[in-house]
């Protein structure tokens, strides 16, 4: 997954909230010009909207759908940039009290990029996820996956 670096200079953020939907970013300088860090979350609340609906099976519904990230970059010098990535999201919902699906997931970066030569680069990476899924439909459904990685791979621009 690829995120936007925080930004180093300022101070910056933005929000939004409707009526199904909301999210909140904020990048924060640590360091100006070479360390900073980026939080953001969204979230979809619509069981409003479902209980107001009039056909019973879909008003006794639930929905919950949420992600989100923190990351830090740092400008070591010149040549070697440190980054730190934390990223979450559930996704939930049931339909008519009988059927419940749920969804997790959780990754975690290390990266460390290296400046070799004009245009060359090696990335290196440690990462892990963890994916969760869940199926509650008269008896429950359990699945979930760990992995872990580390990759050095260069790049050429």
Same mark, same amino acid.
């Given at each position: 997954?690829?995120?936007?670096?925080?930004?180093?200079?300022?101070?910056?953020?933005?929000?939004?909230?409707?009526?199904?939907?909301?999210?909140?970013?904020?990048?924060?300088?640590?360091?100006?010009?070479?360390?900073?860090?980026?939080?953001?979350?969204?979230?979809?609340?619509?069981?409003?909207?479902?209980?107001?609906?009039?056909?019973?099976?879909?008003?006794?519904?639930?929905?919950?759908?949420? +992600?989100?990230?923190?990351?830090?970059?740092?400008? @070591? $010098? =010149?040549?070697? #940039?440190?980054? %730190?990535?934390? /990223?979450?999201?559930?996704?939930?919902?049931?339909?008519?009290?009988?059927?419940?699906?749920?969804?997790?997931?959780?990754?975690?970066?290390?990266?460390?990029?290296?400046?070799?030569?004009?245009?060359?680069?090696?990335?290196?990476?440690?990462?892990?996820?963890?994916?969760?899924?869940?199926? +509650?439909?008269?008896?429950?459904?359990?699945?979930? @996956? $760990? =992995?872990?990685? #580390?990759?050095? %791979?260069?790049? /050429?621009?």
């Amino acid at each position: 997954m690829e995120t936007k670096p925080p930004n180093n200079q300022s101070v910056k953020g933005e929000a939004s909230l409707g009526p199904i939907t909301a999210n909140l970013m904020l990048e924060i300088p640590l360091q100006k010009d070479s360390a900073s860090i980026l939080i953001g979350g969204r979230s979809a609340h619509a069981n409003w909207v479902l209980g107001a609906l009039k056909q019973e099976s879909v008003a006794n519904s639930t929905a919950l759908f949420y +992600d989100g990230i923190i990351k830090y970059q740092h400008q @070591l $010098n =010149k040549k070697n #940039i440190l980054k %730190t990535t934390l /990223y979450h999201s559930k996704d939930a919902f049931s339909i008519n009290s009988d059927s419940i699906y749920g969804y997790t997931n959780t990754a975690i970066s290390i990266q460390w990029q290296r400046q070799l030569a004009n245009k060359q680069f090696l990335n290196t990476a440690i990462t892990h996820s963890r994916y969760g899924f869940t199926i +509650d439909y008269e008896g429950t459904e359990t699945m979930g @996956l $760990n =992995k872990g990685m #580390i990759s050095q %791979t260069p790049n /050429y621009y």
